[in-house]
């Protein structure tokens, strides 16, 4: 059987004329739990977005192989002051199944209920959404991302300005999520949590500088590499013109892709 959830065939990415993920190739098995890192800009976001289609590839191929698909975006990109309840926003995990005005059924509710109480939101049901907290609103999103029962989640930063209780806790639902075969892409900045939690890491600096077991990717060579791409880029350089063929596809997760040298990535694209 297949076991791969996507497989990526030299993708480029990007807007308005400019690559902001170049050249990705190589797959992400399913049930793989694996951390997206790489400095602000440097293209984590915009390979979320490309994995569910929203922005067509330039370049390239995102070939999927699940079959639902959840994503939670950067809190930056969430608006707190919609007037809503905790209950209204959980429920849209169910959109797959009732639309936007189906009636929950009692089993629906019930399971609802033992979201929230897996993410510890009992009795914050009827709660204004702008009267949460920071860690608070995380909480409900993952209770509406169980909803959704998707095989592929994606999650862009969800522990900014969340504290640590709050983060161990979702750490499990993450973990939960795993142990049920489904597929888990995560964002996030924090390298500690990286190196603890995660499996696998894709090392992002608008290239993929390094990719496969965390322990190989997250070297202080790998992450210096990273850090000298991204500020080696050039808001205004012209459009990607990298030979198709250089960033060949590859199989498997014991493969690392490194960048050669330093070089100027959007001076030669
Ligand atoms: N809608 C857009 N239109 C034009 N450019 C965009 C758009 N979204 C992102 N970009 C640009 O694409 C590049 C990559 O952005 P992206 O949001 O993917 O970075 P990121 O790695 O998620 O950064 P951060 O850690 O700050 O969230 C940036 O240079 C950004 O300015
Ligand atoms: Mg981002």
């Not at 902001?20 to 390979?47: C, E, F, I, M």
């Not at 892409?185 to 890491?201: G, I, K, M, S, Y």
């Not at 070297?219 to 080696?232: I, K, V």
Request: charged share 20%; with cysteine.
């Amino acid at each position: 059987m297949n076991n791969t959830c996507l497989d990526f065939r030299n993708l480029t990415l990007g807007y308005q004329g400019h690559a902001a993920v170049h050249h990705l190739s190589g797959d992400v098995q399913r049930g793989s739990l694996t951390a997206v890192v790489g400095a602000n800009g440097s293209g984590k976001s915009t390979l979320l977005k490309g994995i569910a289609g929203i922005l067509r590839p330039i370049n390239g191929a995102c070939v999927p192989g699940f079959r639902r698909i959840a994503y939670l975006a950067q809190q930056s990109e969430l608006d707190r002051t919609f007037p809503a309840r905790v209950i209204n926003l959980v429920s849209l995990g169910y959109w797959h199944k009732r639309g936007l005005l189906g009636r929950l059924t009692p089993a629906d509710k019930i399971r609802l209920s033992a979201c929230l109480d897996a993410v510890g939101l009992t009795g914050f049901e009827k709660r204004p959404l702008d009267s949460l907290s920071g860690g608070q609103m995380q909480r409900a999103l993952f209770a509406r991302t169980m909803l959704q029962d998707a095989d592929l989640i994606r999650l862009d930063e969800p522990f900014n300005a969340v504290d640590a209780r709050t983060i161990a806790d979702l750490i499990l639902v993450i973990k939960g999520w795993v142990s049920e075969g489904r597929t888990v892409l995560c964002v996030l900045h924090d390298h500690a949590l990286v190196r603890e939690h995660f499996a696998q890491t894709l090392l992002m600096a608008r290239k993929p500088v390094a990719w496969g077991a965390t322990s190989d990717v997250m070297t202080s060579e790998n992450l210096s590499m990273a850090r000298s791409f991204q500020e080696a880029w050039d808001e205004q350089a012209g459009w990607c013109e990298e030979d198709a063929g250089q960033g060949g596809h590859t199989h498997g997760h014991d493969h690392i892709t490194h960048l050669p040298h330093h070089r100027k990535v959007a001076g030669h694209v």
